[in-house]
């Protein structure tokens, strides 16, 4: 099993940036995928990013590519959200997710059996 817990949350204006990072103890942590999901006031759960186990391959969703960056560094089992040009829309918690073997699919909630309790990030306009 692998933990995970995300930090960098926070409040920022519209256009701002944050950066937020999930630790992962408890496991081999290059054996796993790692994604990020979002879940807003009112509304389901959806995906945001993913990295694969090396970090040669990354995914995004059509609401954040080319403003959000997905990365990790295996060495110190974390994995990063870069988040540039915030907007109101991207206000919600925010969870890192794993996920162990094959086959995978980046977007898919379910493929990820391990999550973190999550983090909030507020955009005010």
């Known amino acids: 099993q692998v933990q995970l817990a995300e930090s960098g949350g926070g409040l920022v204006q519209a256009g701002g940036s944050l950066r937020l990072s999930c630790a992962a103890s408890?496991?081999?942590?290059?054996?796993?995928?790692m994604g990020w999901f979002r879940q807003a006031p009112g509304k389901e759960r959806e995906f945001v990013a993913a990295?694969?186990?090396?970090?040669?391959?990354?995914y995004y969703s059509d609401s954040v590519e080319g403003r959000f960056t997905c990365s990790r560094d295996n060495a110190n089992n974390l994995v990063y959200l870069q988040m540039n040009n915030l907007k109101p829309e991207d206000t919600a918690v925010y969870y890192c997710?794993?996920?162990?073997?094959?086959?995978?699919?980046?977007?898919?909630?379910?493929?990820?059996?391990?999550w973190g309790q999550g983090t909030q990030v507020t955009v005010s306009s």
């Open positions: 408890g496991h081999t942590f290059n054996d796993y995928a």
């Open positions: 997710a794993a996920h162990y073997s094959s086959p995978w699919a980046p977007f898919r909630e379910e493929d990820y059996a391990y």
């Open positions: 990295v694969n186990w090396n970090g040669d391959r990354t």
